[in-house]
């Protein structure tokens, strides 16, 4: 298991993690969540020794995490950490080498993961004249070639098209089936919600939420009516911190008090018209990492290159 405690980390005058904890057990994923510029990618280079750490530890079974214990770990950073002008099957099998895997067992693996990713007919092309969809799945294959205990993906789904997210998506519940731990960050959170059944979210170098998706979703303070009327109709709700969140002439979404009834919400609306559809939801995690972080804008941020991103 990984076992990130209390770490913190300053770069000068910015505190890009602030008493960070979480853990990730056998077998798990874990969605790393946050901002830009909210600390997952420091977290992340802390894991991998890549940075030191101010404060805190970070373990790996209990036990502090050893050189010889890292070379089991495989790390996909967000930018691109490949010898552009090296072929791809040359690639591979020199990071699994690097790993620890002898000559022979370096070529099995990395046949194994570019049939495994889809780019085994581009073999021995440079991965400098790859697009970037296909450097993105070379990445992958390089933090898999060696049978990691430990995955560390920083951005794992970007760049790629869905019929390579569904690849990937299939990968990580191999994984998962053998028993290996999986942290990965993501702005794309339909995916998280599809993968990962707990998610981290940072913000400002900060763990505020660390949870079961749906425990997460139940406990937020606010839920979602929609209601679709028989034909086009003015609602005006009367209900207390009511807030509109669509409409059109047949329909209205409001987001409401997670203590409001739901048979309140749909009287209130029958008094306005003939209602054919209603649903009374918590929110999704969207929704929940938004209200989390307290930024209507959070996933439309520039990507930013500081340090602390």
């Given at each position: 298991m990984l076992d990130v405690r209390n770490v913190r980390k300053r770069f000068g005058d910015v505190v890009a993690l602030d008493d960070v904890s979480f853990s990730v057990g056998r077998g798990a994923v874990v969605g790393f969540l946050g901002p830009n510029g909210s600390g997952k990618t420091t977290t992340m280079r802390a894991v991998m020794n890549l940075i030191s750490i101010d404060g805190g530890e970070i373990t790996w079974d209990g036990a502090p995490i050893t050189g010889e214990v890292r070379?089991?770990?495989?790390?996909?950073?967000?930018?691109?950490?490949?010898?552009?002008?090296?072929?791809?099957?040359?690639?591979?099998?020199?990071?699994a080498r690097l790993a620890g895997l002898s000559a022979g067992q370096a070529a099995t693996a990395a046949e194994t993961w570019m049939e495994r990713v889809g780019v085994a007919g581009r073999a021995n092309d440079e991965v400098q004249a790859l697009s970037s969809g296909n450097q993105q799945r070379v990445q992958l294959a390089i933090a898999l070639v060696h049978e990691?205990?430990?995955?560390?993906?920083?951005?794992?789904?970007?760049?790629?098209?869905?019929?390579?997210?569904?690849n990937m998506k299939g990968i990580l519940h191999d994984q998962l089936e053998l028993g290996?731990?999986?942290?990965?960050?993501?702005?794309?959170?339909?995916?998280?919600?599809?993968?990962?059944?707990?998610?981290?979210?940072?913000?400002?170098?900060?763990?505020?939420?660390?949870?079961?998706?749906r425990e997460l979703r139940e406990q937020a303070e606010f839920?979602?009516?929609?209601?679709?009327?028989?034909?086009?109709?003015?609602?005006?709700?009367?209900?207390?911190?009511?807030?509109?969140?669509?409409?059109?002439?047949?329909?209205?979404?409001?987001?409401?008090?997670?203590?409001?009834?739901?048979?309140?919400?749909?009287?209130?609306?029958?008094?306005?018209?003939?209602?054919?559809?209603?649903?009374?939801?918590?929110?999704?995690?969207?929704?929940?990492?938004?209200?989390?972080?307290?930024?209507?804008n959070a996933l439309d941020e520039v990507e930013s290159v500081d340090v602390a991103s």
């Open positions: 070379r089991q770990f495989g790390y996909m950073p967000a930018e691109r950490g490949m010898y552009p002008k090296m072929t791809v099957r040359h690639q591979l099998v020199y990071f990691p205990s430990l995955l560390i993906l920083d951005e794992p789904f970007s760049g790629l098209d869905p019929m390579a997210v569904e290996r731990s999986v942290l990965f960050s993501s702005h794309q959170l339909d995916l998280v919600s599809d993968i990962s059944r707990h998610v981290v979210i940072v913000d400002r170098g900060r763990v505020v939420l660390d949870g079961d998706v839920r979602y009516a929609s209601i679709t009327f028989a034909a086009p109709t003015v609602w005006q709700p009367t209900l207390d911190r009511a807030h509109e969140v669509e409409r059109s002439e047949r329909f209205v979404r409001l987001q409401l008090p997670a203590d409001i009834e739901p048979a309140t919400v749909l009287a209130d609306a029958g008094r306005s018209g003939q209602v054919v559809a209603f649903t009374f939801t918590p929110p999704d995690l969207s929704e929940v990492f938004l209200a989390s972080v307290g930024r209507s």
